[in-house]
Nanobody, 126 residues
Framework: VQLQASGGGLVQAGGSLRLSCVFS????????MGWFRQAPGKEREFVAA????????YYQDSMKGRFTISRDNTKNTVYLQMNSLKPEDTAVYYC????????????????????WGKGTLVTVSS
């Protein structure tokens, strides 16, 4: 399995970006999918996760209402729509796939994912 994230870039505060993560391999729909981020000098943190079918989603509280995770199982792709971006959203964003499912992926301190992508940099200027 390989995960390839894209869509990062430089955006002004208040702007939007949409990240994509393409899953290469078998059984995309068998995995919960998630996004995590790591800001300079900080630990990696959970952003959002989505269940195998896409029915349920989970978010870190600070991102609720601004970020939306979705997936297209016909395209083996998971997305993260980010609106109302703030300078503190600046980070490298990583997608992850885990057979334990989205709810487990959302638990604090759980980073033992089956697969990680390489990340895409999002920079929000003030």
């Amino acid at each position: 399995v390989q995960l390839q994230a894209s869509g990062g870039g430089l955006v002004q505060a208040g702007g939007s970006l949409r990240l994509s993560c393409v899953f290469s391999g078998r059984s995309f729909s068998a995995y919960g999918m998630g996004w995590f981020r790591q800001a300079p000098g900080k630990e990696r943190e959970f952003v959002a996760a989505i269940t195998r079918s896409g029915t349920n989603t989970y978010y870190q509280d600070s991102m609720k209402g601004r970020f939306t995770i979705s997936r297209d199982n016909t395209k083996n792709t998971v997305y993260l729509q980010m609106n109302s971006l703030k300078p503190e959203d600046t980070a490298v964003y990583y997608c992850a796939a885990d057979s334990s499912g989205a709810q487990t992926m959302s638990k604090a301190g759980y980073y033992d994912m089956d697969h990680w992508g390489k990340g895409t940099l999002v920079t929000v200027s003030s």
